[in-house]
C-alpha cells in the first residue's frame, strides 16, 4: 500500500475550499458596504455639526444642502463633498438644505431626514431635528 491522497481525497478538499472561499467573499462585500455606509453616515454628521458649531463661533450663518450625489455647506466659505466617486452609497433622498441662523444655530422647527442606500439595498439615515438642529445617525 502506498501513502498518499486520491483524486476523490483531492476534489473533497478542493469543494470544501471552494465553498469556504465563497461565503467568506460574500460576507466581506457586506461587510465592505456597511462599513462604507457607516463611513459616509459619520462623515455627514460630522460635517454638519461642524457647520453648527461655526455658526456659535463665528456668528456667521450656515447652510447645509445635499443632492443625490453632493453635501454642500456655505458661511465662511464654501465646503463641497462629493460623492458621485462612491459607487457604492448614494443619497436617496430629495434634494433638500437646512440653515443655521446666527447668534445660536437656531433652524426652523421642521426635522429633515439624508437617507443613504448602498448598492447591496442596506439603508441608513442622517436625522436634523427641531430648533436647535441637532444632527442623528439612526
Known sequence: MT???TLLEMLITLGVI??????SFTALGRFRDLSE?????????QEINRARSEVYKTGISY?????ADKLKIV??????????????????SKPDSVSYAAPYGTTLAVPKTI????????LAEVLIYG??????SH
Open 115 to 122: 437617507e443613504l442606500k448602498t448598492k447591496s439595498g442596506r
Open 75 to 92: 458661511g465662511n466659505s464654501t465646503k463641497e463633498i462629493d460623492f458621485s466617486s462612491s459607487d457604492r452609497v448614494k443619497i436617496i
Open 63 to 67: 447652510s447645509v444642502s445635499w443632492t
Open 3 to 5: 501513502k498518499g491522497f
Open 18 to 23: 471552494g465553498i469556504l472561499l465563497s461565503i
Open 131 to 136: 430648533v436647535t438642529g441637532k444632527v442623528f
Open 37 to 45: 455606509l457607516q463611513q459616509t453616515q459619520q462623515l455627514i454628521v
